[in-house]
């Protein structure tokens, strides 16, 4: 199979200043430690096994339970695990604070399933993919 791309030339100054816009409204919004990025896939409505009008009208609307929410809820914000944690900035995220072995991510990625599981009766899914 092949695939044909066709790119049209650029203002490269515009371009520039657009990168600059988006990397200056996402700043602040992600960790400052090494991470794979959102390790959980959010959680669908049609997988929500609660009445969903228990949850806040946004998370209705666009049809999808955050899992930065659900960790949040659960009050597992900041649990480290040897040199994993996650993250104080985004719950969705397991950060590699101190050399964090694959057994710390792995244990962290645990507990924050079996809490999530123990209070809403939901199975979260990895988003990333898990190498042994």
């Given amino acids: 199979m092949r695939v044909w791309i ?6 490269q100054q515009k ?7 988006y990397l200056e409204q996402r700043a602040g919004k992600f960790p400052p430690y090494p991470s794979a990025g959102c390790f959980f896939k ?3 409505l049609d997988k929500w096994p609660n009445y969903p009008k228990d949850l806040p009208p946004l998370f209705i609307e666009r049809g999808t339970v955050p899992v930065g929410w659900l960790v949040d809820q659960v009050g597992v914000k900041g649990l480290e695990i040897g ?3 996650i993250s104080d900035m985004h719950c969705n995220f397991v950060v590699n ?5 694959q057994a710390d991510v792995l244990a962290v990625v645990e507990e924050v399933k ?5 209070k809403f ?3 979260l899914e990895a988003e990333v993919e898990i190498v042994v």
């Fill in 6 to 11: 066709k790119f049209e030339k650029g203002d």
């Fill in 15 to 21: 371009i520039l200043t657009q990168v600059k816009e």
């Fill in 42 to 44: 959010n959680v669908k």
């Fill in 83 to 85: 040199g994993a944690s």
């Fill in 97 to 101: 604070k101190n050399n964090a072995s």
């Fill in 114 to 118: 079996a809490r999530v599981y123990n």
């Fill in 121 to 123: 009766k939901v199975e």
